[in-house]
């Protein structure tokens, strides 16, 4: 992409020698990483998230393109490193180099294509618009780096806000990206203002980007304060769920032992009376109906257990699904949630979108080496299901969400088309033995509460283990990292709201990308046409 200096009306002019002497640079976007890590969990300090971008964006804003890469380099690199350390603990070093690798490969793509439509977008009498642009495009890429095999929503600014509650109720209009575009947009006009103010004391043309961000953030609080009265007043119907948190190694040779933990939660939560029972993904690590079927004794004491219970259940397990091909172990295998109810095997949800690399890879005919590798670390060789299943419990219907599923807003808003009054995600992620891995995965999975105003409980082997209403308050959770249980009355919205982003899904981020590439062909031809025209008059 080529670049060219702005016209001398903007606000902002590079001035390399003056601005930013020496390597002041590199500290500003060592800050901007320390800054990010500060603002997501753990430690979660949110409102750093509103300036955390503001020393980067100094040094692209007035650096050439060869500093904005470095800088995308070492800011990407120095905040990955720290924010997803814990992947560290997958017991191969592929998986945090690679990760790391990865989501700076993204951060770098969110910071050149941002200062290509910063820097070439040049519009004499509205110099304001730049600042929008750069947000567009940073946006987008969140937006891109969440879809596909890698699809990965770790990092993206406006889930840092996930404990303000009033601020983010317009995911349910926009999903976590107005909230991001905010921030983001809020972080370029702060930079913005700042160049203007240490090279000629003055706002010029950015006074109108203030007014916007400010304007922007107080329209948000308004209608999310007013969103959250509206919510008191909803009429909820109430079902009332125990979740178990066994906080075991699924894959420990003491499988008997960890089965009776779960037993033994089990029978205490029953003193609570629970309409329906939950256990977590990989609480039973074997392939259950395979055994089954085979009577085999373990899988045959937890059908047996259940049955006596005569209560609906649900937990996670593993899936051979091809019968013709039972004997020889060729066929489909699925990470699973097998649901129980009037005494027996009721159905089966297949998890549709599985982690890149440690559940499935693809394209191992295109990339055997990678096969191999993943195949000696011991990651899953999954196939995705491919139905939106909704169970029903009582009056009401649920549907489950496996792992990091509900860290999906497009995926989750599918199911909720199909009607579920609650969700359920089973997830483990106590391999990790983090968290800060922890607390990330949960503040995400708040956003799909509003998002679709339906109530979000999860059983989590090591946590967080919670039940969160539709409007994104945690109504109870568990300690992490314990052996306990939580009872919790799930509220259920008896009106069938369906909100503009459960019906829409990601339209603002399309919107954006459609923008951008309007404005990258508006650039490109203008090139043209400007080179023909000086070959003209040659």
């Not at 999975?445 to 109530?455: A, K, L």
């Not at 990601?506 to 404005?519: A, C, N, S």
Request: aromatic share 16%; proline share 4%; hydrophobic share 45%.
């Amino acid at each position: 992409m080529n670049e060219t200096d702005n016209t001398s009306d903007s606000p902002i002019q590079p001035d390399e020698n003056n601005f930013l002497k020496k390597k002041s640079w590199i500290l500003l976007s060592l800050f901007s990483a320390l800054l990010l890590n500060l603002a997501f969990p753990y430690p979660g300090i949110s409102f750093l998230a509103w300036i955390a971008l503001v020393p980067l964006f100094l040094v692209i804003m007035t650096g050439n393109l060869k500093r904005a890469i470095l800088s995308s380099i070492i800011t990407g690199l120095a905040f990955n490193i720290v924010y997803i350390i814990w992947m560290k603990e997958y017991k191969h070093p592929a998986a945090l180099s690679g990760g790391v690798f990865t989501e700076m490969l993204f951060f770098f793509f969110s910071v050149i294509l941002s200062r290509f439509l910063f820097k070439n977008l040049k519009l004499k009498r509205f110099q304001f618009l730049r600042v929008f642009a750069l947000a567009f495009g940073w946006v987008s890429i969140d937006y891109l780096k969440t879809i596909g095999f890698l699809g990965f929503p770790w990092g993206i600014l406006g889930y840092s806000q996930y404990d303000n509650l009033a601020l983010i109720q317009s995911a349910s209009v926009f999903g976590v990206w107005g909230i991001d575009f905010i921030i983001v947009f809020s972080n370029a006009a702060a930079a913005a203002v700042i160049i203007g103010l240490l090279k000629d004391k003055k706002l010029k043309g950015n006074t109108v980007n203030i007014i916007v961000a400010a304007v922007l953030c107080a329209v948000s609080l308004i209608t999310g304060y007013n969103k959250i009265s509206e919510g008191k007043k909803q009429n909820f119907k109430t079902v009332r769920v125990a979740l178990i948190q066994a906080n075991f190694d699924p894959w420990s040779p003491d499988l008997r032992g960890n089965i009776r933990t779960e037993f033994e939660l089990t029978r205490e939560a029953l003193e609570f009376d629970p309409e329906l029972i939950v256990w977590s993904e990989s609480s039973v690590p074997f392939l259950y109906e395979y055994y089954l079927k085979r009577d085999h004794e373990v899988a045959r004491e937890i059908d047996n257990f259940i049955v006596s219970l005569g209560i609906p259940f649900l937990f996670g397990t593993i899936e051979y699904g091809d019968k013709d091909a039972e004997e020889s172990f060729r066929g489909n295998y699925y990470n699973v949630a097998v649901y129980y109810n009037n005494g027996k095997l009721d159905d089966v949800y297949r998890k549709i979108h599985l982690v890149p690399f440690g559940e499935w890879f693809p394209y191992k005919k295109i990339f055997p080496f990678v096969a191999t590798i993943l195949d000696k670390a011991g990651a899953g060789d999954f196939t995705p299901g491919e139905e939106y299943v909704v169970f029903d419990v009582g009056d009401f219907k649920f549907s489950v969400l496996i792992c990091f599923e509900d860290a999906f807003g497009d995926l989750t808003r599918k199911f909720k088309l199909d009607g579920p009054g609650f969700f359920i995600n089973v997830t483990n992620d106590a391999w990790t033995g983090s968290r800060k891995a922890e607390v990330q995965h949960f503040s995400i999975s708040i956003f799909r509460t509003i998002e679709n105003r339906r109530s979000l409980v999860r059983a989590a082997n090591g946590g967080v283990t919670a039940c969160v209403d539709p409007y994104g308050k945690v109504l109870d959770s568990i300690e992490l990292f314990t052996t306990d249980f939580l009872v919790c009355d799930v509220p259920v919205i008896e009106s069938e709201i369906t909100t503009i982003y459960s019906r829409y899904g990601d339209f603002l981020p399309k919107i954006f990308v459609i923008l951008i590439m309007i404005e990258i062909f508006y650039v490109i031809t203008k090139k043209m046409i400007d080179r023909k025209k000086k070959k003209n008059k040659m």
